[in-house]
């Protein structure tokens, strides 16, 4: 007979990355029946409900153990050992520095922030305030916000990549989620985390390697933020005897933003490619080959894998998402459909990315129709789903509509791309290396 456990844990702040992990383990335990690890947020608690969980009142600030099942008390029991098992250990000569500043203060090349939006904003001022380049991976940062750190990056030659920097690569050095790349000639300005990997990986498919992916966040080209850290991060390259070619990539950009980046770039030495999503634009593979036409290398033949056609006639596009640009892409070329980027602010608070946590979008797979055509992103590289064929081909398999994958990556990357491909082609998936390809052959399938 199963019981019900529900524990709140009032301020145990864990980050979504462990919670996911220990919410994954416990439901792997024998007896368990469903199980969830989470902050107490808005979604997660609308999350434990659909669950059938019964909760006590909690704060966003509070930690939830949700167990159902036999043995609810040892599975509880598991998930707290595992909670203090993912504590970092303490610094081995004493006290760590309690704040950025006082980090700041001892020798370092860059300042990487992850935490809850709502603190990010300082630790990057901190950041600023020292005069260090700030990656901030963390969302939920006020644009008001955003706007004033680069200003004041401005008074203090530094660099400000984010908020919602997912991606960036400095002198071969990875962060945030990134994928493994040769170095080479091509240097990158990305207001796109999944925009860059995409163009990146295709480049590596080419045998084209890059010498830094500097990313801005995907606001940066607002009309609110004006582009300030797209400028800068074009000087940078344009100063940097590594790169030859620089790529500019983002969603549609303000007008009046695109036009002062222009100006910018007709000032710079370096050669650059637009690879700027809006009307008329090249898409990001086109982009691609546009570089590598530049630079006088071959354009290939993108690898892609078919899958099994399912034979019901096909009425509706579904595009379930992790990568924002990747969606906004995908819906221009594939046409009018349902498309949703589960890596937005309002699916993130208080879980792990869909990059990281596979769950929103499998139930969006798991309810699609037999007259749907899921089409969807499964990107690979440092910080992602060790193994998304394992989350996610079990759901592609059983749903009776048909899926269209973008598979965005290198054969470097730790998943093994080609194992990944294979995986959810024997599911039934249609797979592609280009996002824009996926997207055509979505479409066909109308």
């Given at each position: 007979?199963?019981?019900?456990?529900?524990?709140?844990?009032?301020?145990?702040?864990?980050?979504?990355?462990?919670l996911?992990?220990v919410?994954?383990?416990?439901?792997?335990l024998?007896?368990?029946?469903s199980?969830?690890?989470?902050?107490?947020?808005?979604?997660?608690?609308?999350?434990?409900?659909?669950?059938?969980?019964?909760?006590?009142?909690?704060?966003p600030?509070?930690?939830?153990?949700?167990?159902?099942?036999?043995?609810?008390?040892?599975?509880?029991?598991?998930?707290?050992?595992?909670?203090?098992?993912?504590?970092?250990?303490?610094?081995?000569?004493?006290?760590?520095?309690l704040?950025?500043?006082?980090?700041?203060?001892?020798?370092?090349?860059?300042?990487?922030?992850?935490?809850?939006?709502?603190?990010?904003?300082?630790?990057?001022?901190?950041?600023?305030?020292?005069?260090?380049?700030?990656?901030?991976?963390?969302?939920?940062?006020?644009?008001?916000?955003?706007?004033?750190?680069?200003?004041?990056?401005?008074?203090?030659?530094?660099?400000?990549?984010?908020?919602?920097?997912?991606?960036?690569?400095?002198?071969?050095?990875?962060?945030?989620?990134?994928?493994?790349?040769?170095?080479?000639?091509?240097?990158?300005?990305?207001?796109?985390?999944?925009?860059?990997?995409?163009?990146?990986?295709?480049?590596?498919?080419?045998?084209?390697?890059?010498?830094?992916?500097?990313?801005?966040?995907?606001?940066?080209?607002?009309?609110?933020?004006?582009?300030?850290?797209?400028?800068?991060?074009l000087?940078?390259?344009?100063?940097?005897?590594?790169?030859?070619?620089?790529?500019?990539?983002?969603?549609?950009?303000?007008?009046?933003?695109?036009?002062?980046?222009?100006?910018?770039?007709?000032?710079?030495?370096?050669?650059?490619?637009?690879?700027?999503?809006?009307?008329?634009?090249?898409?990001?593979?086109?982009?691609?080959?546009?570089?590598?036409?530049?630079?006088?290398r071959?354009?290939?033949?993108?690898?892609?894998?078919?899958?099994?056609?399912?034979?019901?006639?096909?009425?509706?596009?579904?595009?379930?998402?992790?990568?924002?640009?990747?969606?906004?892409?995908?819906?221009?070329?594939?046409?009018?459909?349902d498309?949703?980027?589960?890596?937005?602010?309002?699916?993130?608070?208080?879980?792990?990315?869909?990059?990281?946590?596979?769950?929103?979008?499998?139930?969006?797979?798991?309810?699609?129709?037999?007259?749907?055509?899921?089409?969807?992103?499964?990107?690979?590289?440092?910080?992602?789903?060790p193994?998304?064929?394992?989350?996610?081909?079990?759901?592609?398999?059983?749903?009776?509509?048909?899926?269209?994958?973008a598979?965005?990556?290198?054969?470097?990357?730790?998943?093994?791309?080609?194992?990944?491909?294979?995986?959810?082609?024997?599911a039934?998936a249609?797979?592609?290396?280009?996002?824009?390809?996926?997207?055509?052959?979505?479409?066909?399938?109308?």
């Open positions: 007979m199963s019981d019900e456990l529900v524990l709140v844990r009032k301020g145990a702040y864990h980050d979504s990355v462990t996911m992990r919410s994954r383990a416990l439901s792997d024998p007896g368990v029946e199980a969830m690890v989470a902050m107490a947020t808005e979604l997660n608690v609308s999350i434990l409900r659909e669950m059938g969980f019964s909760l006590p009142e909690a704060a600030g509070d930690l939830v153990i949700a167990v159902r099942g036999r043995d609810t008390k040892a599975s509880a029991a598991e998930a707290e050992r595992q909670l203090t098992a993912f504590h970092p250990p303490a610094a081995p000569s004493g006290q760590p520095p704040t950025t500043g006082s980090a700041a203060r001892t020798p370092a090349d860059l300042v990487l922030v992850s935490t809850p939006g709502e603190y990010a904003f300082f630790e990057a001022l901190d950041a600023v305030h020292a005069g260090l380049p700030v990656m901030i991976f963390s969302d939920g940062v006020g644009l008001d916000r955003e706007r004033r750190l680069k200003e004041l990056a401005e008074t203090r030659d530094v660099l400000v990549m984010g908020p919602d920097c997912g991606t960036a690569s400095i002198a071969g050095v990875g962060l945030g989620f990134a994928n493994v790349l040769s170095p080479g000639p091509v240097g990158v300005v990305a207001a796109s985390g999944t925009g860059a990997q995409q163009v990146t990986s295709l480049l590596d498919w080419a045998g084209v390697g890059v010498s830094h992916v500097l990313g801005v966040g995907g606001r940066d080209l607002s009309a609110e933020v004006g582009g300030l850290s797209t400028l800068r991060a000087r940078m390259l344009d100063e940097d005897p590594a790169t030859e070619l620089i790529v500019l990539i983002s969603k549609p950009p303000a007008p009046q933003v695109a036009r002062v980046v222009r100006e910018a770039v007709a000032g710079l030495a370096t050669p650059v490619v637009e690879a700027l999503l809006g009307a008329g634009a090249p898409d990001l593979t086109e982009a691609t080959e546009q570089v590598l036409r530049a630079l006088h071959p354009v290939p033949e993108w690898p892609s894998w078919p899958g099994s056609a399912r034979d019901a006639q096909k009425k509706t596009i579904k595009g379930v998402y992790s990568g924002g640009t990747l969606n906004v892409e995908a819906a221009m070329i594939a046409g009018p459909g498309f949703v980027d589960y890596g937005d602010d309002v699916y993130t608070r208080g879980r792990a990315h869909p990059m990281i946590d596979p769950t929103l979008r499998a139930e969006a797979i798991a309810h699609a129709g037999a007259t749907d055509v899921v089409l969807m992103d499964v990107v690979l590289g440092h910080g992602a789903d193994d998304p064929a394992a989350s996610l081909a079990h759901a592609v398999a059983r749903t009776p509509a048909t899926v269209v994958i598979l965005i990556g290198t054969p470097g990357d730790p998943q093994d791309l080609r194992r990944q491909a294979a995986a959810f082609r024997e039934g249609a797979v592609f290396t280009s996002n824009a390809q996926a997207a055509r052959h979505a479409r066909s399938l109308l």
